[in-house]
């Protein structure tokens, strides 16, 4: 890990929840500049670091290109420990799509992100953040997401759980859910 156990770990942005801000402008709210570098030298990060911003979207936007993208950067990377930052509703998606790349290259990627942004007074972003920090040395390559506390190695188990405001992992051998769950009867015009 170099001097005094301290990694290297590359950290690509791609935007989502953890970097929206409030637009007066677009009186919604929209993804800005990303604040991961500010996370991570507010709460005195114990490796180093450096940020890379591919996109600034929200994770329903990103397209297959884009994950290939990341997959690209994930090969490329000279560090073996990579963190992507991303929004919750595709996670699993882009975990999957960079993957193969993480295993072909012997790589570390851990996806995180937030259920409400950074920007908000209560967030739960710099804990996400610091929990991937965290736990990448003791991961093995492959791509993991890291929200709330816990670690989800596999993505095609990993789902956004919208009711209760967390992600969460299918038991072994559930279907997948629906692509969008269906309105409740209450919402029915």
Do not use: W
């Not at 604040?35 to 507010?42: N, S, T, W």
């Not at 997959?71 to 882009?94: F, N, S, Y």
């Not at 799509?97 to 570390?108: Q, S, T």
């Amino acid at each position: 890990m170099g001097d005094a156990g301290m990694l290297q770990i590359f950290v690509l942005t791609t935007g989502g929840s953890l970097d929206k801000t409030y637009s007066g402008e677009a009186s919604d709210f929209v993804v800005a500049e990303p604040v991961v570098r500010d996370i991570l030298m507010f709460n005195k990060c114990g490796h180093q670091f450096g940020v890379k911003e591919m996109f600034r979207k929200d994770s329903l936007e990103l397209t297959d290109e884009d994950r290939a993208a990341l997959a690209d950067m994930v090969r490329k990377a000279r560090q073996t420990h990579v963190i992507i930052t991303h929004g919750t509703d595709t996670l699993a998606k882009t975990a999957a799509a960079v993957r193969p790349a993480a295993l072909e290259a012997g790589k570390v990627v851990v996806l995180t992100g937030a259920m409400r942004p950074a920007a908000f007074a209560v967030s739960d972003a710099p804990f996400n953040l610091g929990g991937a920090v965290t736990v990448a040395p003791f991961l093995p390559p492959g791509a993991h997401v890291v929200m709330h506390g816990r670690v989800f190695s596999d993505p095609a188990r990993i789902v956004k759980d919208a009711r209760n405001d967390t992600i969460r992992e299918l038991p072994v051998g559930a279907p997948p859910p629906p692509a969008r769950a269906p309105p409740d009867a209450d919402d029915a015009p």
